[in-house]
């Protein structure tokens, strides 16, 4: 009978909890859902993150409203995540889900403060990119039988691109003949936020375009797409040919599990780096927007300056 009394006064006190803290988040949700027209699964993560914060709030701090929660308490609920070994990316979400909470609150309810205003996500951890040795990818480009049919030539000179000049896949698949410059030697290149930049070609990069313009005026008896690179029905690329088929050759040279165009355009940077090209040229080439966005190749560089010194040096 006690059980039974206990057991009665522990479900309305859980109930009374949910009533309270729940309610918000409830009109958030429902917001995201009907208004904003979320996923299902977003919704769901956006639910769990709101659910693990109040009942910290609860639990640590015995608050009846995640609404009278401040920056310290936020941060601290972060610092609990965290020890709990979670990735900082996965923090960061969580970082996301409550300041969308939070402006939606301040919005439509009551609200004292704003507590994100004074929380700011957490660093993500670097990750160096992915390169492939200048070694390996001279032995693709000298070794391997691409054949002089329009499909060897058009992927012999997809695979030149990606290494010579670094454009992305979105910027190679767009490109069009017009934005080829065979007496000038260079590109005329379509990237983020429909900025043109224009980026040196090598002579041989323009041997075989020229080659293959003649194999593609061939195949397709005059009426030749503008687009440049195409399928051998006279299609546009789309993004997973090109990976398929990057992936394929770099599959002869390297063993790394990352075989995409975005490998050899991190391979470029960085040999161009090791070769003594200044970071801002490269920048440029890469249509990156800040330099911020290069740096990241220097740590590659450093690193191999570092594993160098440690074989070299007697002391080491």
């Not at 027209?37 to 659910?51: E, F, K, M, P, Q």
């Amino acid at each position: 009978m006690l059980l039974l009394i206990f057991w009665h006064i522990f479900n309305a006190r859980v109930s009374s909890f949910y009533f309270h803290m729940g309610h918000y988040s409830e009109k958030f949700l429902e917001y995201l859902g009907s208004v904003r027209r979320y996923s299902v699964h977003t919704i769901a993560a956006y639910r769990n993150d709101l659910g693990q914060f109040e009942c910290f709030l609860k639990e640590q701090y015995g608050l009846a409203c995640s609404c009278e929660a401040d920056a310290s308490m936020v941060r601290s609920w972060l610092a609990h995540q965290s020890r709990s070994g979670i990735a900082r990316s996965s923090l960061n979400r969580k970082v996301s889900s409550l300041s969308s909470y939070y402006r939606f609150l301040a919005k439509n309810f009551p609200l004292a403060q704003n507590p994100m205003q004074k929380v700011v996500p957490v660093k993500k951890e670097g990750r160096l990119p992915v390169f492939i040795d200048e070694d390996n990818l001279k032995s693709l480009f000298d070794n391997t039988a691409f054949g002089s049919d329009f499909n060897g030539l058009r992927d012999l000179l997809m695979l030149e691109l990606f290494y010579t000049t670094g454009i992305r896949l979105s910027e190679l698949i767009g490109l069009r003949h017009s934005d080829v410059d065979t007496g000038g030697l260079k590109l005329r290149v379509t990237g983020k936020g429909n900025k043109q930049r224009i980026i040196p070609l090598l002579e041989g990069v323009v041997q075989t375009y020229i080659r293959y313009c003649e194999e593609k005026q061939r195949l397709f008896e005059g009426d030749r797409p503008e687009q440049v690179f195409v399928t051998a029905r006279g299609k546009r690329l789309y993004p997973l040919f090109v990976y398929r088929r990057v992936g394929y050759y770099l599959g002869m040279v390297t063993t790394k599990s990352r075989k995409s165009p975005h490998v050899l355009r991190h391979s470029f940077a960085t040999h161009m780096l090791d070769h003594g090209a200044e970071l801002n040229a490269i920048k440029e080439l890469l249509g990156h927007a800040s330099l911020s966005a290069t740096q990241v190749y220097t740590h590659n560089t450093a690193e191999k300056i570092k594993n160098v010194y440690k074989q070299a040096h007697p002391r080491a």
